[in-house]
């Protein structure tokens, strides 16, 4: 950044105006010069790389006599610019010296800068002479290099013919029209000749050979990594709160939650260390990237923060920027597209290259917004460093929407989807898509003395409303009228200068709160109702958690992307029977209670009960800061897309089976005797594998069981002998792409496999099928973790 202090605006502004045309002429001839000193030497300056000097060509630079003409010509035009300056500058003075002499409205101290100008601009248009001596000596030495090449190695440049690399003519003949539409092949030291296409497609890209004449040294030296250093658990978060930046509403409040929860964590992570009982974690680099809030996507959420607008997002986001920290990771944060570039190395240009150096990630967390920003810039990288990334998505992707061919083929293809990238990549706010792995975020937890104080202090006909924006009250007038018959409503609903016409009269409304007093509200209120809008929020755990009973509307039918506008176009075909459907599964009454709005007699019956029910704050694990340490550290330290060995043909048979039959003949199980599969993570023992009903999901199939769908054990399941041990007639087997299979087909008699592993699915059901699931156990409070996940 370039400061100018005052006295500097006042000599350029005196030089102007003393300036007659002549001394202006010769002014612009110098800025005309320089300018075109820099044009005419561009391709050789797009060479630059970061790190060297402004005005440093590398030597691989190839030029011809024009430029060293130019150049020659330029020199010479600016030593003559140099004299004049000199004779400028004297003449100057002493016409300010005489005008001095005869006015005395200009003192004689107010000369030297005015001198002092002239001076530096004879040195400005000294330095750059001096720069094209330089250049001019470099592109020698680069011409002389380049005759040394061309007289011994011509005849290599040219594109070879070798079957292991059927794309390199192909790809030389695109760089012969197209290699000046991105900088970035410049930055690579393309320039036009053949024999920069073929380094540049053998040693940046892989379509070429390697030139048997190039001195490889260079590029086959691999990169060390860096040594392992054992991850620490931190406490004291000031550095992360640095580390989230600022200037944004939306940052604001997530540094505010972390702040507010900083002691929460701390105990949380002396916890967990006890637990791992001193087992070494290593340390991942990590990068965090918040492409929603960055402005090249419209960041709507900060402009919205004060003003009723969504928090879930930057709840979530708050709650894994510390989690990371707190594990003891290394850490970067970006919310804008410029940070991102310089922390991923990305080349200067439009993509099109690979990264200049190493990802220095071994992770990255990033939202679908970030997932575009990171292809736009990482160009051919993108693919190689692809299963590093960990996507959070509220969700949740499926697999049918997620595989880019298959979704296209048959429908699922949607405006998020089509990434390939594993499943489990995709990281969730509930557990409601066991295909993706549940990231989650965490609430406050009250110590025993905070509960019996709520206790105590609970107003047994107080009612607060889920809904901050006007608009999520309209139309509620005959519900709102039934439950004033028995409670006190109170509302927290946005507004600037006049109460929303949307709210009834009778509804105290505080406003929009700040966190702190929006839990004390919680703490007084017997009652959490929601009005069906917005899905699965943070805000009901919260209530729970402070004592609150929450009471929700159930869908009739579900709500889904098939009748409804919020669903349309995410990629999922999941079908919600309520707002809250993982409040409704796995807390339940006395709780959550779950009713049909419509029905007043059901809904007044509800109220009547809950008015009398005594009930306890309560927050499931999984949602305090110690189980989502819990959970990420498991994901950290055991998922791996990157090595994962692949999955056996579709079809092979195993030289022992794995799989027994469970002594009822109702399910697989692994079998003791079998040897583990290694690497394999959740463990395989904890595998069972039950055939569902036609018309039934794995999903659902596998909580009937009171178990959950585990999918990265259908691997094991798509097999042949897998159905002869379940005692499944197959008269006929066969491999297809169906985001349903393994799975049996019971008219035909027909068993199929699965063809491509990215398509394995715990989602997804045909009345045609009864499908094959891999079930596993979880731990207590904890779903994403099967009992010896830890």
Known sequence: MITVNPDGKIMVRRCLVTLRPFRLFVLGIGFFSLCFLMTSLGGQFSAWRPGDSPFTVRTEVMGGPESRSVLRKMSDLLELMVKRMDTLARLENSSELHRAASDRHFPVDRLPPGAGLMERIQAIAQNVSDIAVKVDQILRHS?????????????????????????????????????????????????????????YLSEVEWFCPPLPWRNRTATQRARKPPPKVQAVFRSNLSHLLELMGSGKESLIFMKKRTKRLTAQWALAAQRLAQKLGGARRDQKQVLVHIGFLTEESGDVFSPRVLKGGPLGEMVQWADILAALYVLGHGLRV???????????????????????????????????????????????????????????????????????????????????????????????????????????????????????????????????VYGKEASIWKGKEKFLSILNKYLEIHGTVYYESQRPPEVPAFVKNHGLLPQPEFQQLLRKAKLFIGFGFPYEGPAPLEAIANGCVFLQSRFSPPHSSLNHE??????????????????????????????????????????????????????????????????????????????????????????????????????????????????????????RAWLAAAGRACTDACLD?????????????????????????????????????????????????????????????????????????????????CQDCL
């Open 143 to 199: 011409l002389l290099l380049h005759g040394k090449v061309s007289e011994g190695r011509w005849d290599q440049c040219e594109a070879p013919s070798d079957p292991k690399f059927p794309d390199c003519s192909g790809k030389v003949e695109w760089m012969r029209a197209r290699w000046t539409s991105d900088p970035c092949y410049a930055f690579f030291g393309v320039d036009g000749t053949e024999c920069s296409f073929l380094v």
């Open 334 to 464: 970006t919310v804008s597209l410029k940070e991102l570039q310089s922390n991923l190395g990305a080349p200067p240009g439009r993509g099109s290259c690979p990264l200049a150096t190493p990802l220095p990630f071994d992770l990255v967390y990033t939202d679908y917004h970030g997932l575009q920003h990171m292809k736009r810039y990482m160009g051919l990288s993108f693919r190689k460093y692809r299963c590093r990334i960990r996507v959070i998505d509220t969700f949740g992707t499926e697999p049918a929407y997620n595989h880019e061919e298959y979704a296209t083929l048959h429908g699922y293809r949607t405006n998020w989807g089509y990434w390939n990238l594993n499943p489990k990549q995709f990281m969730t706010m509930f557990p409601h898509t066991p295909d993706n792995s549940f990231m989650g975020f965490v609430s406050e937890e009250l110590n025993e003395t905070e509960k019996q104080l709520i206790k105590g202090g609970k107003a047994s006909n107080m009612a607060v």
């Open 566 to 687: 919020f669903f349309r176009g995410k990629p999922t075909s999941r079908e919600v029977f309520s707002q809250h459907p993982y409040a409704e599964s796995f807390i339940g009454k006395p709780h959550v209670w779950t009713v049909d709005y419509n029905n007043s007699e059901e809904l007044e019956a509800a109220i009547k009960t809950i008015v009398r029910t005594q009930v306890d704050p309560y927050l499931p694990y999984e949602y305090t800061c110690e189980g989502m340490l819990e959970r990420v550290h498991a994901y950290i330290q055991h998922q791996d897309f990157c090595a994962a060995p692949g999955p056996a043909p579709p079809g092979a048979r195993a030289p022992e089976s794995p799989f027994i039959l469970a002594p009822n003949a109702t399910h697989l199980k692994w079998a003791r005797n079998a040897s583990l599969a290694p690497g394999a993570w959740p463990p395989a023992h904890s595998l």
């Open 705 to 785: 069981h009171g178990l959950i769908c585990e999918p990265s054990f259908f691997p094991f399941l798509n097999s042949q002998d897998a159905f002869q041990t379940l005692q499944v007639p197959c008269d006929s087997t066969e491999s297809e792409m169906n985001h349903l299979y393994p799975a049996f087909a019971q008219p035909g008699q027909e068993c199929f496999l699965q063809k491509e592993p990215l398509l394995f699915s715990c989602a997804g059901s045909s009345s045609k099928y009864r499908r094959l699931c891999p079930c596993r156990d979880f731990r207590k409070g904890q779903v994403a973790l």
